[in-house]
T-cell receptor, first 114, second 108 residues
């Protein structure tokens, strides 16, 4: 079955630690996205990539980094500079980076600080 | 003012009831509108797009009111399985803006 796989489902971070969230898709989609969801707030865009080896900052990129070395993979690193990392992180992809293309989501990673 | 605002609810309704709720948006030039459904701590899934003329998909009806800048979702004959959070999503300048969601709980 085609889809988006996020791992791990739950992740804990210690103070000062960098952690990486995995996102893999086998849909052959060009565009991939990372969103953060906090209670009582809508999803906020962290980073996005429209093509391999290229990515752009979203609305809340500070404290995060990404890479897009392969079409199917778009890992997100939460660095120690992100002071409030506890949130539900969602990876998504689109066949083409066009506005009305359907967005497919992974099942999410809940990140918590120890 | 937030780009997209929703009444968080919860809307508690009995099975078989009709429930409706709105979502307001701030940008009058918004291009497209969507309703997503999200179950607790799971990924959002597209429920339906919202067209200018209004559209229906089974028990779900979506309406767009550009003059007052809101979209609505109506669920008829509610089922227990309709319990979820419904996210309003608006396309502005090629960027998607998400509402915080309206929670609906259908009780037996």
């Amino acid at each position: 079955d085609g889809g988006i796989t996020q791992s791990p489902k739950y992740l804990f971070r210690k103070e000062g630690q960098n952690v990486t969230l995995s996102c893999e898709q086998n849909l052959n989609h060009d565009a991939m996205y990372w969103y953060r969801q906090d209670p009582g707030q809508g999803l906020r865009l962290i980073y996005y990539s429209q093509i391999v080896n290229d990515f752009q900052k979203g609305d809340i990129a500070e404290g995060y980094s990404v890479s897009r070395e392969k079409k199917e993979s778009f890992p997100l690193t939460v660095t120690s500079a992100q002071k409030n990392p506890t949130a539900f992180y969602l990876c998504a992809s689109k066949d083409r980076p066009l506005p009305n293309e359907k967005l497919f989501f992974g099942s999410g990673t809940q990140l918590s600080v120890l | 003012r937030k780009e997209v605002e929703q009444d968080p609810g919860p809307f508690n309704v009995p099975e078989g009831a009709t429930v409706a709720f709105n979502c307001t948006y701030s940008n009058s030039a918004s291009q497209s509108f969507f309703w997503y459904r999200q179950d607790c701590r799971k990924e959002p899934k597209l429920l339906m797009s919202v067209y200018s003329s209004g559209n229906e998909d089974g028990r779900f009806t979506a309406q767009l009111n550009r003059a007052s800048q809101y979209i609505s979702l109506l669920i008829r004959d509610s089922k227990l399985s309709d319990s979820a959070t419904y996210l309003c999503v608006v396309l502005n300048d090629y960027k998607l803006s998400f509402g915080a969601g309206t929670t609906v709980t259908v009780r037996a």
